[in-house]
């Protein structure tokens, strides 16, 4: 068909056009004739399907779905996660600018999140992290101003887990739907006036994420919310902005998420599950009620977050860049710096690949595989033959921040953690049998690490208690298998990660520090500590402050064989930004580069006991794509 | 601060602080007449079996319709089990009575009628009294204590963006509450409580449990000791405190739980780590 149409094409004939739609809409499996197709209908070329049209308006590195289009379509707001600046995208040339200036994340650790365009497309409102103050502002800005105008304060929070952000603009552009998010973990829709910044609830929940969305006459406000029987669905809920109703809108046994508005308020857009994929559907409404059956608008749309809803109709949606998850090996030199380039552990399971770990003879090295969402693939190599093979697990395994299993020192054993519901469990696994035994359990599902001590009597984790207000009550726990209670070790810090030296003797620690929780000593950022395993003592400091940023902190800490040198890493909260591998010496000093960086995040480091070679993992995503859904009205007045 | 009673076209007034949203079954919309009829019944003397007591003998308006008693006190003078919980924004609510034993109000609302400890009417003779069906008084009830809604204190004032409004010791105490008393049960949400049960060991005498809670209704051994959260809001208002009345003062609360409380076997393991500083909390609860 795409031949036919280059065929076409060079006879200038406009059945050229509808033959490259129709390999776009009819074989999106074929990705070099999809390319092609796109490419020979140029940039932004509409795709039509059954009565709508999708184009792609953007896609490539800085793609953000936080933000939202402008009335007319041209603009789209975003954070710049280079900088953590507010910026505008102009979809009609392709061009971006900052609309603040932070000075870039060396210089600031301020950055927006939310934000949302105003009716009349002249102001953007968004939310704004102070990283001195520890405290989270909704300003107002105007969108078109590069000259640096200043921002309008119309919201500053108590703390840094009291925060506003604005989901939608009344029609008069006087008020500002809201989601507050309270210390305590509720959650409020709600209305704040721009002039004053005065805020009236309207309806709170637990801790949740409505995703509100306020109808165009403002007199309603569209929100989506956990299904009652069963959490992990969502339904959509129509709100009475007066507060004088709340009706369902939406209720299937799916999640049905991201209600948008039409321009005319008769109906509602919405992401939904029910048929299996990700799809969007249309259901009408009319005075705060539902008036008729839902439809299906555009089906397997992929996992999408909807932006908003221009005047005229078009949707704008983000659609996510998909994960790549590796395993890489580094030789080290007798320094144990880095003696060649990272290089791919394993060729199987490209993309898929992380939590490696080495046995405690290093004979063996296993990690996870998680080619599919849900599933989790044990693996497990032999470094002498090179042989590899998967191991069935019949529990759930709880691929924790990326953390793989942990070895027992028999090397035919390992420890792995899984979740049931809030529940998570710790099994020792049996390599060649994959039969497993419950080792030990908590309730606590902010369990955020974990460990086995060398000679594999003890675990070792940290939770973080963090369902509360803040992250500063949580806890190192030491449980010794086979006893009754796990002993606490260190407690009301804000825990990220625990690993255990090869001699078992102390145990790393990477915590952060919250200024706004009165850690005075402890200015903000994150640090490192060690303490004895026998918990004798409390945790020593010996490395710190690094940036608050830092987006790859879970599952970052390691050690030299020889127990001498924490391993941790660095790096930007940018989703691809590059991670450094450091190492800081225990007994104390400055913290060195040991030569390994990546384009990427770096979880797992791990030094073969023999010290001669570093495996870690990585993880990075593509990028991210905004695209924009057109005159789906058109095809629902057809079908009605 | 109650502000009550003020009808809209549509609904009460939402005084500062509260949700606009004050749900209601489709079966029983809020409307200023079955208010008003579910406040003459509050006041009906007629729905006790002696015709000795209201819903107000135990539900003060004075006193954010609470009790001063620690435990109510019925008919013939009989005492029940525990303290009379203050009724202000149960309207928000989702569990009623301490043990959560009533999943809406218009549920709760006719259980005291017919409690041989409280009321001891039965809804027949209560009807035939009244001349209303059983459902026509649960619906006029239940109306009224939905419009019994405290807000725009000066705690809601301070949230809204008024950084005076509380004083510097209020606030230390405010910001003391969550980051130090770490309890899941003190929340800054519009009701501030959780609507929720937790067993946080005021049931237990050394030995056992003096009553079972939660345990009651659901016969399941993890809800021994579990109550309800009551309301912070008008806290100053409705001692004696905890479900038994147990603790006099609002002092005594925060004793209570600076000491963790008493050590129990299926305690919330987070809160044995609770400490408050007790000047500063009992200065915020007061605002």
């Known amino acids: ?640 | 601060m109650i502000a009550h009673l003020l009808l809209a076209a549509a609904a009460v007034a939402v005084p500062l602080g509260l949700d606009l949203y004050v749900p209601a079954p489709p079966s029983n919309p809020l409307t200023p007449e079955s208010i008003e009829l579910g406040r003459q019944l509050f006041m009906d003397r007629r729905l006790s079996r002696d015709a000795s007591i209201s819903c107000a003998s135990c539900h003060d308006p004075a006193r954010a319709f609470s009790d001063s008693r620690a435990i109510a006190t019925g008919v013939f003078g009989r005492v029940g089990r525990r303290n009379s919980p203050a009724l202000i924004n149960r309207g928000y609510g989702r569990l009623f009575f301490w043990d959560g034993r009533a999943a809406t109000l218009e549920e709760q609302v006719l259980k005291p009628i017919e409690d041989p400890n409280e009321m001891d009417l039965s809804l027949a003779e209560a009807s035939a009294r009244l001349q209303l069906k059983p459902e026509a008084i649960a619906h006029a009830l239940a109306s009224f204590i939905r419009s019994l809604l405290s807000g725009n204190s000066r705690f809601d004032r301070y949230m809204d963006g008024n950084r005076s409004a509380l004083s510097p010791d209020e606030l230390l105490g405010l910001r003391s509450l969550p980051r130090q008393g770490q309890l899941h049960c003190v929340p800054f949400g519009s009701q501030l409580h959780d609507d929720s049960l937790h067993n946080t060991g005021v049931a237990w005498n050394g030995q056992t449990f003096s009553d079972g809670g939660r345990y009651e209704v659901t016969k399941r051994p993890e809800d021994t000791g579990r109550f309800k959260t009551p309301t912070l809001r008008d806290v100053s208002r409705t001692a004696p405190y905890m479900h038994d009345g147990s603790l006099a003062t609002l002092a005594d609360v925060v004793d209570y739980y600076t000491a963790a409380g008493i050590a129990t076997a299926i305690w919330t393991p987070r809160f044995a780590h609770c400490t408050f500083r007790s000047g500063r909390n009992l200065r915020w609860c007061r605002s």
């Not at chain 1, 365009?117 to 405290?135: C, T």
């Not at chain 1, 009754?484 to 915590?511: C, T």
């Open chain 1, 1 to 640: 068909m795409l031949r036919m149409a280059d065929c076409y094409r060079k006879l200038g004939d406009s059945q050229a056009k509808k033959l490259y739609e129709r390999v776009l809409r009819e074989y999106t499996d074929q990705k070099q004739a999809v390319s092609i197709a796109r490419a020979r209908l140029g940039p932004g070329s509409p795709v039509k399907t059954t009565g709508v049209a999708m184009r792609q308006v953007w896609t490539g590195t800085g793609v953000d779905p936080s933000g939202s289009p402008s009335p007319d379509g041209r603009y789209l707001s975003f954070t710049d996660w280079e900088t953590g600046d507010l910026a505008v995208r102009d979809l009609s040339n392709g061009t971006s600018h900052r609309l603040t200036n932070t000075g870039g994340w060396g210089a600031s650790g301020d950055y927006a999140s939310k934000s949302v365009i105003s009716p009349d497309g002249r102001f953007v409102a968004y939310s704004w992290f102070l990283e001195n103050a520890m405290k989270n502002e909704l300003r107002v800005l105007p969108v078109g101003d590069t000259s640096g105008a200043k921002p309008r304060t119309v919201f500053r929070s108590e703390g840094s887990r009291d925060y506003a952000e604005p989901f939608g603009w009344s029609p008069d552009g006087k008020r500002l739907l809201i989601v507050r998010n309270l210390p305590d973990r509720a959650s409020q829709i709600a209305m704040m006036t721009v002039a004053t910044g005065s805020i009236q609830a309207i309806k709170s929940f637990g801790w949740n994420q409505p995703s509100p969305a306020l109808s165009p006459d403002g007199r309603y406000i569209a929100y989506e919310a956990p299904a009652e029987d069963k959490p992990e669905d969502r339904d959509i809920f129509i709100l009475a902005a007066d507060g004088s109703a709340d009706t369902p809108a939406v209720r299937t046994p799916a999640v049905d998420r991201y209600p948008a508005w039409s321009p005319d308020g008769s109906r509602l857009l919405f992401l939904s599950t029910r048929t299996g994929t990700y799809s969007l559907w249309t259901v009408p409404v009319d005075s705060g009620k539902p008036a008729g059956e839902a439809r299906l608008v555009k089906g397997d749309v992929g996992p999408v977050t909807l932006l908003g809803m221009t005047r005229r109709g078009s949707l704008f949606y983000a659609l996510p860049g998909s994960q790549h998850r590796n395993i890489y090996f580094a030789d080290l030199d007798s320094d144990g710096k880095a003696a060649s380039a990272a290089k791919l552990a394993t060729d199987r399971l490209v993309n898929s690949s992380s939590g490696p770990a080495w046995s405690r003879d290093g004979e063996l090295f296993a990690w996870y595989s998680s080619a599919a969402a849900g599933t989790v693939r044990l693996c497990i190599r032999n470094m002498k033959t090179g042989q590899e093979r998967e191991v069935p697990v019949k529990v759930p395994v709880m691929h924790l921040f990326l953390a793989g299993p942990k070895w027992f020192p028999d090397n035919k054993s390992l420890l792995i953690l899984a979740a049931e519901g809030k529940r998570r469990l710790f099994y020792r696994l049996d390599t060649s049998t994959g039969e497993t035994q419950l080792l030990h359990s908590t309730n606590n599902s902010s369990l955020s690490s974990f460990d086995l001590s060398p000679d594999g009597k003890t675990i070792y984790y940290c939770v973080q208690n963090d369902q509360i207000s803040n992250n500063m009550n949580g806890q190192v726990i030491r449980f010794d298998i086979g006893s009754d209670q796990p002993k606490i070790l260190a407690q009301n810090r804000w825990f990220i990660a625990v690993s255990v030296s090869p001699d078992g003797s102390q145990l790393a620690v990477l915590e952060s520090a919250d200024r706004n929780a009165g850690n005075s000593e402890r200015p903000n950022g994150s640090f490192i500590s060690v303490l004895p395993t026998s918990g004798a003592d409390s945790p020593r400091g010996i490395h710190g402050r690094e940036t608050w940023m830092d987006g790859s902190r879970y599952n970052t800490l390691g050690w030299s064989p020889d127990s001498k040198y924490v391993l941790f890493v660095t790096g930007s909260v940018a989703q691809n930004a590059g991670n450094i591998i450091w190492r800081v010496p225990v007994a104390g000093g400055a913290a060195e580069q040991i030569g390994v960086s990546m384009p990427a995040r770096i979880k797992s480091p791990s030094i073969h006991p023999d010290g001669k070679k570093l495996v870690f993992a990585t993880m990075n995503s593509d990028s991210g794509e905004i695209w924009v859904l057109e005159n789906f009205e058109a095809q629902q007045t057809s079908r009605l």
